[in-house]
């Protein structure tokens, strides 16, 4: 499984984003899709998850009421609607596909990742 995220860039505080995370090579609709994110000089953090049929997500407390993560699956695609953007939401987004069992915020739970986009927010 090949995963391509794209949709980052620069806003203002306030401003909203949507990152896309195309997939390709693999049974998408299998796997449990999260975005976590990297800030410099920080640990990778889990930000949302979605199931593989899209019946269930799960957030980060904080980004709850804000962000949005969604799936399609006939385009074998995972989205994360970003609104209401804080400059401490600055980092890099990545991807990642996994059959996930145990928690779904562990980056130990994930076979496959994408490549980060930058999402920088401007206070």
């Known amino acids: 499984v090949q995963l391509q995220a794209s949709g980052g860039g620069l806003v203002q505080a306030g401003g909203s984003l949507r990152l896309s995370c195309a997939s390709a090579?693999?049974?998408?609709?299998?796997?449990?899709m999260s975005w976590f994110r990297q800030a410099p000089g920080r640990e990778r953090e889990f930000v949302a998850f979605?199931?593989?049929?899209?019946?269930?997500?799960y957030y980060a407390d904080s980004v709850k009421g804000r962000f949005t993560i969604s799936r399609d699956n006939a385009k074998n695609t995972v989205y994360l609607q970003m609104n209401s953007l804080k400059p401490e939401d600055t980092a890099v987004y990545s991807c990642?596909?996994?059959?996930?069992?145990?928690?779904?915020?562990?980056?130990?739970?994930?076979?496959?990742w994408g490549q980060g986009t930058q999402v920088t927010v401007s206070s």
């Open positions: 090579g693999g049974a998408f609709w299998r796997y449990g």
């Open positions: 979605i199931t593989w049929n899209g019946g269930s997500t």
């Open positions: 990642a596909a996994g059959v996930v069992r145990g928690a779904v915020y562990s980056d130990h739970e994930y076979d496959y």
